[in-house]
């Protein structure tokens, strides 16, 4: 059946913005202070850390520099595999292409094949919404991305490699539901399905290491220990409150993650105590 583009294009003016879930927890991340911030960033200044990212990384990286401005910010810097010295701070990439989740894999187990890789102090990497488009195999994109992990462990075994769960987008209104529907594309719950399968497989895999940063969790409002205990085939939304677009961070959004990814972060390049030391 040929729906006249007219007619979905009315109903998506009719009903364009999506809706954030209900958040079934108040969001614990909106706790920033001058003085937290300068001595978190003392510490992400003085590491070398790897980020591979797309647009709502990008995001992220804008909110942490809006929040640490204060205090004299993060050095965040494009990563150059060619450099002859590797500079401390957050180094970036952009990582693959979007639709595309292999070539992320793959773009992102190239950065270790430069000499500078080895004076990494940890690295991770971020697959977008976009990489799922109903049609992906979650199972064999999961077991690829533990492979590639696998590998790069062992070439370097000191090295912290950490984890981003896949961020969700809003949930979709009625009207956007029928226009999907009339242009067989999948929805909203659908597509959030999925994510919240591949995250399931991250947080079974690596969520008792402290190497997981549960982004689906913060940006849905919910605890990363609800995500934990959600029951197979539960979905999670993203805020209405980060969003403009049901898809990127805002303002509100961006700063509020960059605030809980910062402490996180930190969490992984910090000294151990010397209790920890002595165990």
């Not at 190497?211 to 689906?216: M, N, V, W």
């Not at 402490?263 to 010397?274: R, W, Y």
């Amino acid at each position: 059946m040929r729906v006249p583009l007219a007619l979905v294009l009315l109903i998506l003016l009719l009903g364009c913005t999506g809706t954030g879930g209900r958040s079934m927890s108040s969001s614990s991340s909106e706790n920033c202070s001058v003085a937290r911030d300068a001595a978190l960033a003392a510490s992400l200044s003085s590491a070398r850390i790897l980020f591979g990212h797309q647009s709502v990384g990008g995001n992220i990286l804008r909110g942490l520099e809006e929040i640490t401005a204060p205090v004299g910010g993060i050095p965040l810097r494009e990563w150059d595999p060619s450099a002859a010295d590797l500079p401390r701070g957050i180094l970036h990439f952009r990582v693959g292409t979007n639709g595309d989740p292999a070539s992320k894999i793959r773009s992102f187990e190239k950065m270790f094949a430069s000499a500078p890789a080895a004076e990494l102090d940890a690295a991770g990497f971020k697959f977008c919404f976009d990489d799922f488009d109903g049609r992906t195999d979650v199972r064999e994109l999961f077991g690829a991305y533990e492979q590639a992990v696998t590998r790069i462990h062992e070439g370097f075994p000191r090295l912290r490699i950490y984890h981003l769960t896949v961020p969700p987008t809003t949930r979709d209104s009625k009207a956007r539901r029928v226009a999907k529907w009339l242009l067989r594309r999948p929805s909203s719950f659908r597509l959030n399905r999925d994510r919240e399968a591949f995250n399931r497989l991250l947080r079974a895999h690596f969520g008792d290491d402290g190497l997981l940063f549960d982004l689906a969790a913060l940006e849905a409002e919910v605890s990363p220990a609800a995500a934990m205990g959600m029951k197979k085939g539960g979905v999670l939304y993203l805020s209405s409150r980060f969003t403009d677009d049901g898809a990127h961070l805002n303002e509100t959004g961006r700063r509020i993650i960059a605030c809980r990814w910062m402490s996180f972060l930190a969490g992984l390049v910090s000294p151990p105590s010397s209790e920890e030391e002595s165990r």
